[in-house]
């Protein structure tokens, strides 16, 4: 186990923090457990004998509503599903101490999953743009792809709507309908999906939809208040247990490989949605060097919080947007090394809304 990089009191208040931001306004119930574990020793020190991928908040609420699903009996459960007072602190410390081997063994086995399917209307705007700009086809890398659902975009039904108008892409009976409003009042140009003939999603401790098991994390990473992600989950899982997206266990350090099979005659992507974020200093730089040395033009398609991508040239945040919201941004490598980001729009970090400023 590598050393650990938080004290304790240094642990409290980075859960009480990711609480206050992450979920105040979309999962109170998440931040009232996080407010809770950042007060509490006991909860604490069971974070603390583990390494500091293992004390991402997600991790161990996605643990606990994973061990629920699995059948574990505990009054935490009619919380969990909308049949009690949310008043659940008591109970989640109940919970977690009473089965702290079984939270022990995820916390060292699972990682957090990113995959939000309903980034997807996000990632379709952003490869429109490019693939508008550079006149091309793609070829996409999907950074931290979980079970890779994300790499099906064209797969999906996504409709962008403002206050008069929708404009929409991708089979009409699709099994998965996403839904994006543009807070902006302007719909993209978007009639069908842009041309990506390649695409692979790398993960170092990928998720395969054959095994029950997988199935149940990801379905464990979905909030429990959010009853329409966990419907759109399944049926994007049911789309690709019938086509399995191409997923590789490969680290984004190790990424430079899979970057040389890209085909030459397409426009390279790399999409990060809210994995940059996760990463360690030095695999950021890392992929980056890999991104600057490939050796032809590579682009990265970001949805990262503010300030992740400290290169990005952020605008002041319109007053009217929440404070969580995530940046949409691109930045472009040249053969020659030199790079160019370009701000996009602001976006809710799973999809919801779209503040864009590029038009497509």
């Not at 109970?91 to 081997?101: H, Y």
Request: some cysteine.
């Amino acid at each position: 186990m590598e050393a650990l990089a938080r004290s304790l009191d240094d642990l409290g208040t980075y859960f009480s923090t990711y609480g206050a931001a992450t979920f105040a306004t979309d999962e109170p119930v998440y931040d009232d457990i996080c407010q809770m574990i950042a007060a509490d020793a006991d909860l604490l020190a069971l974070l603390g004998a583990h390494d500091r991928d293992a004390q991402q908040p997600n991790l161990i609420l996605n643990a606990v509503k994973y061990l629920l699903s699995a059948g574990a009996h505990h009054p935490l459960g009619a919380v969990y599903d909308g049949r009690r007072d949310p008043a659940v602190g008591d109970l989640f410390r109940d919970f977690v101490l009473t089965n702290s081997a079984a939270i022990d063994e995820l916390l060292r086995s699972r990682r957090t999953q990113t995959n939000e399917v309903g980034r997807s209307a996000l990632l379709t705007l952003g490869m429109a743009h490019i693939a508008k700009r550079v006149n091309a086809p793609l070829a996409w890398v999907d950074l931290g792809t979980s079970a890779g659902l994300n790499l099906m975009i064209d797969k999906f039904r996504t409709t962008w709507t403002t206050a008069t108008a929708s404009r929409s892409a991708g089979p009409a009976d699709s099994a998965v309908q996403l839904r994006c409003e543009m807070l902006n009042g302007v719909l993209p140009e978007i009639d069908e999906f842009p041309e990506i003939p390649w695409r692979v999603g790398i993960d170092r401790a990928p998720l395969d939809v054959s095994r029950h098991q997988d199935r149940r994390w990801l379905e464990a990473c979905v909030w429990p208040s959010r009853h329409d992600r966990a419907e759109r989950l399944s049926a994007a899982i049911s789309i690709a247990a019938e086509s399995p997206p191409d997923v590789r266990p490969v680290d984004v350090a190790d990424i430079a490989p899979v970057l040389a099979e890209a085909p030459q005659d397409a426009h390279l992507v790399v999409t990060s949605t809210w994995v940059w974020y996760y990463l360690a200093d030095g695999v950021r730089s890392t992929a980056v060097e890999a991104l600057a040395g490939a050796g032809r033009p590579v682009t990265l398609l970001s949805l990262e919080g503010q300030g992740v991508i400290s290169s990005v040239p952020v605008p002041e945040m319109p007053q009217l947007l929440p404070e969580a919201a995530s940046v949409l941004a691109t930045s472009d490598f040249s053969e020659a090394r030199d790079r160019r980001d370009e701000f996009l729009g602001w976006a809710h970090p799973h999809g919801q809304w779209a503040d864009w400023g590029a038009i497509v």
